[in-house]
């Protein structure tokens, strides 16, 4: 049974710099793919940025230099790190993975299985 564990959030204010950890424990065969998604309060929830089995990267444009996404398969952690905090950041930041055969994806549909979050906020 696959299980995704978020951590890492919290309340910081604009400028600040936080780091998103996602551990996973369980079996998929071959590979994974990685996703985080954030919704924020009143809006839908978006893709922030997903990496896949290959390292291959997808990051949203409105993210770009400032959040980076990478991973540690041999200790099943993934990681967004997040730079350059603003208030439009704060949402409930979501892991989520997909098994093999799959790419990096900024669409939830593209996923399957998701943790419980972990709240970011952002004060100006």
């Known amino acids: 049974q696959v299980h995704l564990a978020e951590s890492g959030g919290g309340s910081v204010r604009s400028g600040d710099s936080l780091t998103l950890t996602c551990a996973f424990s369980g079996y998929i065969y071959r590979g994974r793919c990685i996703g985080w998604f954030r919704q924020a309060p009143g809006k839908v929830r978006e893709g922030v940025a997903s990496?896949?089995?290959?390292?291959?990267?997808l990051v949203r444009e409105s993210v770009k230099g400032r959040f980076t996404i990478s991973q540690n398969m041999a200790d099943d952690r993934h990681y967004l790190q997040m730079n350059n905090l603003n208030p439009d950041d704060t949402a409930m930041y979501y892991c989520?993975?997909?098994?093999?055969?799959?790419?990096?994806?900024?669409?939830?549909?593209?996923?399957?299985?998701w943790g419980q979050g972990t709240q970011v906020v952002i004060s100006s």
């Open positions: 990496i896949d089995y290959d390292d291959n990267t």
């Open positions: 989520a993975v997909e098994a093999w055969p799959c790419g990096s994806s900024l669409d939830d549909r593209d996923f399957s299985m």
